[in-house]
């Protein structure tokens, strides 16, 4: 089945009313695009209401991945930010069913929330498994890139980590290019990149993928101490 086709299988169970005010926020693309000031920042403080760190998965689809962490650190707070609405809904119900309360899924597109960033307020930002967006009409829909980048460093708390992975061979080796040629960042390990990752709950793409026999390819860098 072809990826793009991936996310119309998901069949989240209808959520009420009390579940969706709980755990999803719409950040919508024109009000983004003309009074980005009107939303809340990506903070703990503005969205959690208090001061526990921050980690973020961009394009966290139904966040099987993103729920484990929360449910193992609730003294943490965890947003997740999401395109598709489908794959969020889904989210949710896994989220409710948890009973997690330091978890949040932002409704949005992430290129568009730059200027929400809150200078050294993510202690981790997640981008695993990002559509690959091969075809040229689909370049500019591409997460990791410069701009990307340049949003991300100083949103990163000094000890801030970026993990990047994907199955997707081509897309790792452009995305592994793009941070290596950013000379503020530095990676966590010794190799060039790792293979695998063992967490307690893998993503449903990682699932996927894996279940096809790819090997999932990863990078981890933090920012670079002056
Ligand atoms: C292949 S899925 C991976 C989902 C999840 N990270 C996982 O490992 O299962 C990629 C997700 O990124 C989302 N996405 C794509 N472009 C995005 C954007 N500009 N902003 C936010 N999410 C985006 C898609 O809707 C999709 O749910």
């Not at 190799?191 to 699932?207: A, C, D, H, M, T």
Request: proline fraction near 8%; charged fraction near 25%.
């Amino acid at each position: 089945m072809p990826r793009r086709l991936l996310s119309r299988q998901i069949r989240p169970r209808p959520l009420d009313d009390q579940e969706i005010k709980q755990y999803l926020r719409v950040y919508n693309a024109r009000g983004l695009y003309h009074h980005p000031e009107t939303f809340p920042r990506l903070c703990s403080q503005q969205l959690f209401e208090n001061s526990a760190p921050l980690e973020l998965e961009v394009g966290c689809g139904t966040a099987e991945f993103l729920c484990s962490l929360a449910a193992r650190e609730p003294g943490v707070n965890f947003i997740g930010v999401d395109i598709a609405l489908r794959p969020l809904h889904k989210a949710v119900a896994i989220a409710s069913s948890l009973q997690l309360t330091n978890i949040l899924f932002l409704h949005a597109n992430f290129s568009q929330m730059y200027p929400l960033l809150e200078p050294r307020s993510l202690r981790q930002v997640y981008v695993h498994f990002p559509d690959p967006n091969t075809r040229p009409k689909f370049q500019r829909r591409k997460m990791v890139t410069p701009a990307f980048l340049e949003a991300i460093h100083p949103a990163l708390t000094s000890e801030g980590e970026l993990s990047l992975m994907t199955d997707h061979s081509a897309l790792f080796h452009e995305m592994l290019a793009t941070v290596e040629a950013d000379s503020r960042f530095q990676k966590t390990h010794a190799e060039r990149y790792l293979i695998g990752f063992e967490p307690e709950v893998k993503s449903r793409f990682q699932r996927i993928w894996e279940h096809h026999g790819l090997p999932i390819l990863r990078l981890e860098v933090r920012k670079k101490q002056p």
